[in-house]
């Protein structure tokens, strides 16, 4: 392949904007997924840059199984089962709902939509979209459970959505529907793409547990999301139900597989790859859609203007009205559920429902229409323009409403941080006092480190009871505080000796690795 000079420089203005725009999200602290797709929608109408068209397939195959992947190993068990009646009514039911709506809405007032069309529409627009929602969400005080159904919703709304979504096609391009097909072809989907997670997983799993090299354990995490998602749409069930349920079953056991220099790889890997991926895919999207207006262009602004407002509106209204309904109608039913589940304070279904923003998972759906796909252009137009509304009007305002409407925030989260800590220090406590039988611990050793534990144990249990007469926590601070200006200064002498030529790189890397480890145990 030969770049002429115009290419080279098209290129380097596309890497300049990226990188401009991963900038300007840090520095603005706006949600970054707003940031990147109204720079790439600028970007396609700057003159001279190429026009980019991206096969059907690459954004379903090629970036999302490492995105759902990521997404749900991050995702903790634990609140899937504690949330899963409020993520089932979300994930399965509000997508039902919402593809259905959208559905009649669309097909009775747009031009030219069929029944066929109009749904797929709809289960493109379904899912939402957690790294928009979070990322603006953790910045204000809210329940850590408003975040784990935010987080629960998301990942299992997107499996559903896109089977949803299959089935749609299907029927749109044979050009008929069955009702006993579809239901048959949902449920085979659904089994079929969690039992092929599950054995990959298994597989990985073993082969995993006898490798102890944090480069190749964290490619193959990587590569995990492919590994369930590839033969599982090849067989003809769920790619995306099969990517996220290997990462909810690796993100259970990968603990007990790996050591700290491979978790902390394997997170900070994680965290760059999935920005940078969601910036690449809502830039190029941004990208494209110069070409997809222009093939629109037997329709007048003003129509796909209105279209689009009012697919948009009909989305974030279903929201609205369902999160609230089935959040008190089952527990005013069913003493069970409220006895189970105490009605939530009011204003937890309110910011729910306020946190539906769509994002990468419904622009690969859209794009991974077939090309030949009746009303293809128009659908990837609505749902780019339903993502830029869900941005807009509820990303910029999520933080300030949060803020209004004084939430209640829990402690929850902070007590077990407190009591996992505690229990680790006991656990040392009685292994040092196994170690010191043994006969070869020395004593002014096993003193010292009995009374770092200790202290860290007094600390912690201080926090957990909310009680500190001793000001344990005080001492603790300024105890890391000197820690921290002694470990400044131990990195700026090698970094010295390296400057002066006295070690290598690779002996200042290594330095460094051990006083960051020791750095990051710091918590101040």
């Keep these: 392949m030969h770049f002429s000079a ?6 380097l203005i596309l890497i300049a904007a990226l990188a401009a725009m991963l900038v300007a999200a840090s520095v603005g602290r706006l949600p970054p997924p707003l940031l990147f797709v109204t720079g790439g929608l600028l970007l396609g109408f ?32 634990r609140d899937l089962r504690a949330n899963l009646r409020p993520i089932t009514l979300l994930a399965i039911g509000l997508v039902a709902v919402t593809t259905c709506t959208v ?39 809210v329940p850590r459970r408003v975040i784990s159904i935010i987080e629960g919703e998301s990942l299992v709304n997107d499996g559903f959505a896109l089977v949803v979504y299959k089935t749609a096609v299907g029927a749109a391009v044979a050009g008929t529907f069955s009702l006993w097909n579809a239901s048959w ?13 599950l054995a990959v997983g298994y597989v990985v799993r073993q082969v995993r547990r006898r490798i102890d090299d944090a480069p190749t354990e964290v490619s193959l995490a990587f590569l995990s999301g492919y590994l369930a998602y590839l033969p599982a749409n090849a ?23 790996t050591n700290g220099i491979t978790r902390i790889s394997g997170n900070a890997f994680w965290e760059i790859v999935t920005f940078f991926v969601n910036a690449l895919v809502f830039a190029l999207v941004g990208l494209q859609l110069h070409g997809i207006v222009d093939r629109l262009s037997g329709r007048s602004s003003s129509s796909l203007v209105a279209d689009a407002l009012l697919v948009s509106i009909v989305v974030i209204a279903t929201r609205i009205v369902w999160v609230p309904v089935f959040t008190y109608v089952p527990r005013l039913l069913f003493r069970s559920v409220r006895e189970k589940d105490p009605y939530p304070p009011w204003q937890a279904p309110l910011i729910i429902s306020w946190a539906g923003i769509r994002g990468a998972v419904s622009l690969a759906a859209a794009l991974a229409l077939p090309t030949d796909f009746p009303a293809r252009d128009l659908i990837v ?9 869900t941005l807009l009007g509820q990303g910029l305002t999520l933080a300030p409403l949060v803020r209004m409407l004084h939430v209640p925030v829990d402690e929850g989260a902070d007590r077990e941080d407190a009591k996992a800590r505690i229990r680790a220090a006991e656990a040392a406590l009685e292994r040092l006092e196994e170690l010191e039988a043994e006969g070869w611990v020395r004593d002014d050793t096993a003193e010292r480190t009995r009374a ?21 926590e005080e001492r603790s601070q300024q105890y890391q505080r000197l820690r921290r200006e002694l470990l400044e200064a131990e990195r700026q002498a090698v970094l010295h000796l390296r400057n002066e030529g006295a070690i290598t790189e690779e002996v200042m890397q290594r330095v460094q690795r051990d006083i960051d480890l020791e750095d990051l145990r710091l918590d101040v």
């Design 185 to 197: 072809e949902l449920v085979v989907n659904i089994v079929g793409g969690i039992a092929v997670g």
């Design 452 to 472: 770092q534990y200790r202290f860290r144990a007094n600390r912690f249990a201080a926090r957990y009871h909310g009680v500190d007469d001793e000001g344990v």
């Design 235 to 257: 067989i003809g069930v769920s790619g995306v139900l099969a990517a996220v349920t290997i990462g909810v079953y690796m993100g259970w056991y990968t603990p007990q597989l």
């Design 381 to 389: 137009f609505l749902t780019f323009s339903v993502i830029v509304v």
């Design 103 to 141: 559905a009649l809405v669309s097909h009775a007032l747009i031009s030219g939509l069929s029944w066929g069309e109009a749904f797929t529409l709809g289960a493109v627009v379904s899912p939402t979209d957690a790294l928009a929602a979070t990322e603006v969400i953790r910045r204000v005080p």
């Design 46 to 77: 700057v003159p001279g840059l190429p026009q980019i068209e991206l096969a059907p397939d690459i954004v379903l195959v090629a970036i999302l199984p490492p995105l759902l992947y990521s997404a749900a190993f991050f995702t903790g068990l």
């Design 6 to 11: 115009h290419d080279e420089l098209s290129l």
